[in-house]
C-alpha cells in the first residue's frame, strides 16, 4: 500500500484535528457548516484534511436510521442540452428510489479535488463527470465512499458508465467519405475528455480503412460560440473543408446556422453532422446528421448503480472495477448529403 492511499484508510477526525492545532469540535463545524469558522482556521482544518485524504463520514442521521439519502453529482458545468438531459435522468431515477440529489460544478473552482472531497461529507455515494483528477486521486477518494465516473476513461481505478463513441463515430465518417467527400475535420478538442477523444479516433479510423490521411483535429471548445467562431473563421477561408465532423450537436448547429446565414449552402458546399441527437437536430432544415446517445439513461443508470452499492446489491467480493458501455446510433437525415431523412 502507498503512503498517501494508506493516508486514506488511516484518516480520522482526529488525526486531521492534530494536523491542524484545532479541536476535533472545531473541524466537524467546518465539515458540517453549523457554525462560524474563522477564515484562516477553516483553510488550516481543509487543508489538512486535504493532506491526509481525510472524508468525514455522511451526516448522523443517516447513519442512526442504516439509510442512504444524499447521492452527489459532479459536473464541469450546467450549460447546454447534455448536461441538462444527464441530470434530470440522475434526479428522476434517484427519486424514484427515495434518494436526493446535491449537484457540484467544478467550473471556475481552483481546487476541484477540495470540492468533491467536500461534498463527499454531505453525501453518502458520488458520481463524477469531466473531473480534472487523475487515477490516483480518484481512487483515493473511491476509497472511502461508493464512487461512479461517467463518460470517462473506461478502464480508469474506479467504476465507470459512458457512452459508446469510437465505432458510432467511425460509422458517422465513414458515411461522408461514401458521399464522395474527401477533405474532412474533426471539430472539437480530444484532450478534453474520453469522449471526444473516442470520437476523433472513430474519425481517424474511417480514413485509415479508406486509405486516406486523416488531418488533424481543430480544437475548439463545444458551445454555441465556438461554433460561430468556427465559422467564421471557415468563412474567411482559414479551413479548407468539404464535410464537418462535429464532436456534439450544439457545435454543429452553429457552425450549421452560421454559414447557412453567410450564403454556404449545406450539405450542397460542405456537409455538417454532429453528435448527442438533441431535440433541435430533427428539426433544423436540414435536418442533423447525428449520433443519438442516450444521455437521460446515463444519469439515470449511473443513479441505480450508486443505490445498488449502498443498499448492498452490488457484489463487494471482487474489488476490481466496472466499466459499462451504453450504446449509440447513427441517426442519418440530411445534412451529409442524404435526400431524404430516413430516421
Known amino acids: 500500500?502507498?503512503?498517501?492511499?494508506?493516508?486514506?484508510?488511516?484518516?480520522?477526525?482526529?488525526?486531521?484535528?492534530?494536523?491542524?492545532?484545532?479541536?476535533?469540535?472545531?473541524?466537524?463545524?467546518?465539515?458540517?457548516?453549523?457554525s462560524t469558522v474563522a477564515q484562516g482556521t477553516r483553510e488550516r482544518v481543509l487543508t489538512a484534511a486535504d493532506d491526509l485524504n481525510y472524508v468525514p463520514l455522511g451526516a448522523a442521521r443517516s447513519l442512526a436510521v442504516s439509510r442512504h439519502?444524499?447521492?452527489?453529482?459532479?459536473?464541469?458545468?450546467?450549460?447546454?442540452?447534455?448536461?441538462?438531459?444527464?441530470?434530470?435522468?440522475f434526479e428522476s431515477r434517484a427519486s424514484e428510489l427515495g434518494l436526493g440529489v446535491i449537484v457540484v460544478v467544478t467550473q471556475g473552482k481552483p481546487d476541484p479535488s477540495r470540492a468533491i472531497r467536500q461534498l463527499m461529507s454531505r453525501v453518502d455515494a458520488i458520481a463524477v463527470l469531466g473531473s480534472d483528477l487523475d487515477d490516483a486521486a480518484l481512487a483515493q477518494l473511491a476509497a472511502a465512499k461508493p464512487m461512479l465516473s461517467l463518460a470517462g476513461i473506461p478502464d480508469g481505478p474506479?467504476?465507470?458508465?459512458?457512452?459508446?463513441?469510437?465505432?458510432?463515430?467511425?460509422q458517422l465518417t465513414s458515411h461522408l467519405l461514401e458521399h464522395g467527400r474527401t477533405s474532412l475535420l474533426f471539430l472539437g478538442d480530444p484532450d478534453a475528455g474520453a469522449d471526444i477523444a473516442g470520437r476523433y479516433a472513430g474519425f481517424s479510423s474511417a480514413h485509415s480503412?479508406?486509405?486516406l490521411d486523416v488531418a488533424q483535429p481543430v480544437r475548439i471548445g463545444l458551445r454555441e460560440?465556438?461554433?460561430?467562431?468556427?465559422?467564421?473563421?471557415?468563412?474567411?477561408?482559414?479551413?479548407q473543408a468539404d464535410a464537418l465532423v462535429c464532436a456534439n450537436d450544439?457545435?454543429?448547429?452553429?457552425?450549421?446556422?452560421?454559414?447557412?446565414?453567410?450564403?454556404?449552402?449545406?450539405?450542397?458546399?460542405?456537409?455538417?453532422?454532429?453528435?448527442?441527437d438533441v431535440m433541435a437536430a430533427r428539426y433544423v432544415r436540414p435536418a442533423l446528421t447525428t449520433v443519438?446517445?442516450?444521455?437521460?439513461?446515463?444519469?439515470?443508470?449511473?443513479?441505480?448503480?450508486?443505490?445498488?452499492?449502498?443498499?448492498?446489491?452490488?457484489?463487494?467480493?471482487?474489488?476490481?472495477?466496472?466499466?459499462?458501455?451504453?450504446?449509440?446510433?447513427?441517426?442519418?437525415?440530411t445534412s451529409c448529403g442524404c435526400t431524404t431523412s430516413p430516421s
Open 69 to 89: 439519502e444524499l447521492l452527489g453529482l459532479v459536473l464541469p458545468e450546467l450549460g447546454g442540452p447534455y448536461y441538462s438531459e444527464l441530470l434530470m435522468g
Open 158 to 170: 474506479i467504476d465507470s458508465l459512458a457512452a459508446e463513441n469510437a465505432a458510432s463515430a467511425e
Open 250 to 276: 450544439e457545435l454543429a448547429l452553429a457552425v450549421l446556422a452560421h454559414l447557412q446565414d453567410h450564403g454556404v449552402a449545406v450539405p450542397a458546399d460542405v456537409a455538417v453532422v454532429g453528435w448527442d
Open 1 to 34: 500500500m502507498t503512503g498517501s492511499a494508506a493516508h486514506t484508510q488511516r484518516a480520522t477526525i482526529y488525526s486531521v484535528a492534530a494536523a491542524a492545532g484545532v479541536s476535533i469540535a472545531t473541524v466537524s463545524r467546518v465539515f458540517q457548516g453549523t
Open 225 to 239: 460560440s465556438d461554433g460561430t467562431a468556427f465559422a467564421t473563421a471557415y468563412l474567411a477561408g482559414e479551413h
Open 292 to 333: 443519438r446517445q442516450p444521455v437521460r439513461d446515463l444519469g439515470a443508470l449511473a443513479s441505480e448503480r450508486l443505490h445498488a452499492h449502498l443498499t448492498g446489491l452490488t457484489a463487494t467480493t471482487d474489488s476490481s472495477p466496472t466499466h459499462d458501455i451504453l450504446p449509440t446510433q447513427v441517426i442519418v437525415r
Open 209 to 211: 480503412a479508406h486509405g
